[in-house]
Structure formats: C-alpha cells, structure tokens
T-cell receptor, first 112, second 113 residues
C-alpha cells in the first residue's frame, strides 16, 4: 500500500449504531487530519493530530471521537449520528503540521 | 480570516479547448496556495502548489497556475482539455505558520467530446 488509505470506502449506519473509520498513511508523516466534505459546502477541518497529540478540535460534536494511536494510524469513532452527518470523510497527512497535505480516498458515510 | 473564492461552480469545455479555473484569495499576507483535483468517488489529489519560489507554477497532468499578487489571484489553466480532466477542482490557501487549509467551494469541470 502507498499513500493514504481509508477503510471502509462506504458505510451505511443507523442512528443508534457505533462504527469506526480507519485511516493509515504510508508516507512517514507526523501529522494527520480528518475533514468532512458535505455536498455544496467547502471542506471542513474536524481534527488535527501532530505526533499523536490532538492539536485541533474544530467545534466538532462529541458523537465524533478521534483516536491516533501512532503516527501512521488515525481513527474516527462514530456513535449516535444524525442524518445530517452523512458526508464524505477524508483523511489527510503531512510531514509536519505546516507541510503539504496528502489526502486519502475518503469514506462515504450514510446515516439512516 | 482567510478566505478563498472560486468563480463559477461549473465549467464546461470542449475537448482540446483551454481550461481556465478562477481562484481569488483575501489576505494581506502572502499565502501558500494549492490546487487539488477530486475525481468521482475519490479523495483529493494535489495538482500544484505555490510557495513563493516562482509566480508560475507547473503541476501534474499539464496544469499550471499563476500567482498574481496585485489581483490576489491564483487561476488554474490547461491549454488543451482532455476527457480525463472531468473532475472537481478545489483551490486552497494556508500560511507559513498555519496548518489550516481553507478551501474554496470547488469548480466542477465537464469536458465535451
């Protein structure tokens, strides 16, 4: 695997389910990001980790819970989501916080 | 606050014609500027970036962009469109000491045969 990978690519969940999104980067980067891409809206930065420490929590509801166990992996734990949370969730990584960000293919999430 | 404006949410061009996508930023501080492309059902791919080394930046797939400080613009061009250029294109801005990328709303390009 190369670059930034995300699993699953598609996820359908009910409002009472608990699921997790996984991101893995194979670039030797030290910073990782979660973005939300909703239809007709600019990308929204959700969370940022640098060297496994969270440096940004951009007013994201607590039903989204990130986890960064090491510099190569990033998770987004989901619970009791709302239909308006349906979106494409993109993971990105960069060598350091201020460097160019490289994106994964995204997870298309549908909340029923 | 930094912001990015992409003029035109949708651009349609004929195959072989010039592609021109417009991006303007609002800032008094010289920014870093990026163009990303998103193909259907995929994530964002970096096309090119401006980091003050040269005002004309060449990217992948034959795209280039020119930084014009006086116009606060960073328009993306490609001389001859190919069918494979059909995608959504995003302009983004950040600053040297800030990891936060501000994205434009995106421009969808369709290419007519």
């Amino acid at each position: 695997e190369t670059g930034v990978t995300q699993t699953p690519r598609h996820l359908v969940m009910g409002m009472t389910n608990k699921k997790s999104l996984k991101c893995e980067q194979h670039l030797g980067h030290n910073a990782m990001y979660w973005y939300k891409q909703s239809a007709k809206k600019p990308l929204e930065l959700m969370f940022v980790y640098s060297l496994e420490e969270r440096v940004e929590n951009n007013s994201v509801p607590s039903r989204f819970s990130p986890e960064c166990p090491n510099s190569s992996h990033l998770f987004l734990h989901l619970h009791t989501l709302q239909p308006e949370d349906s979106a494409l969730y993109l993971c990105a990584s960069s060598l350091i916080l201020t460097d160019t960000q490289y994106f994964g293919p995204g997870t298309r999430l549908t909340v029923l | 606050a930094q912001s990015v404006t992409q003029l035109g949410s949708h651009v349609s061009v004929s195959e072989g014609a010039l592609v021109l996508l417009r991006c303007n930023y609002s800032s008094s501080v010289p920014p870093y500027l990026f163009w990303y492309v998103q193909y259907p059902n995929q994530g964002l791919q970096l096309l090119l970036k401006y980091t003050s080394a040269a005002t004309l930046v060449k990217g992948i797939n034959g795209f280039e962009a020119e930084f014009k400080k006086s116009e606060t613009s960073f328009h993306l061009t490609k001389p001859s469109a190919h069918m494979s250029d059909a995608a959504e294109y995003f302009c983004a801005v950040s600053y040297s000491n800030d990891y936060k990328l501000s994205f434009g709303a995106g421009t969808t390009v369709t290419v007519r045969a």
